[in-house]
């Protein structure tokens, strides 16, 4: 059974996590993870996602939380974007050091039943 977007849901979400794990595999504009979650990382790869998809031509860049990143499998995470660095919301740390600025948002969805999925979204630089 396909995943189909529950009551409310924005499709436009499932249909942008269907086209990336359509992919044969990872690029160097789009990152799976399960659960990693290191604050310190994340803007690195914030940072290289959207490097590297300007560099091939992309929009932007994507790093998806809550997808297996050997067979794309679905499978829902516990990252959380609003947590904290400290005593800092994660959100405002990750901004306030990114730089150069770089604009990024983070999206939470769910696809039928299985646990939230979080998307980086980044724009390419």
């Given at each position: 059974?396909?995943?189909?977007?529950?009551?409310?849901?924005?499709?436009?979400?499932?249909?942008?996590?269907?086209?990336?794990i359509a992919l044969p595999r990872e690029t160097e504009w789009v990152e799976f993870k399960e659960n990693f979650y290191k604050a310190e990382d994340i803007g690195q790869y914030i940072s290289a996602l959207a490097n590297s998809a300007a560099l091939g031509s992309q929009d932007k860049g994507y790093m998806v939380w809550g997808v297996s990143d050997t067979d794309h499998t679905i499978v829902g995470t516990t990252m959380d974007p609003h947590s904290k660095v400290g005593n800092e919301d994660f959100l405002n740390w990750l901004t306030r050091l990114l730089t150069p600025q770089i604009h990024f948002e983070f999206l939470e969805f769910k696809v039928c039943r299985v646990s939230p999925l979080v998307t980086c979204r980044s724009c390419a630089t």
């Open positions: 059974m396909p995943d189909e977007p529950r009551p409310g849901q924005d499709a436009r979400l499932v249909a942008l996590l269907h086209r990336l």
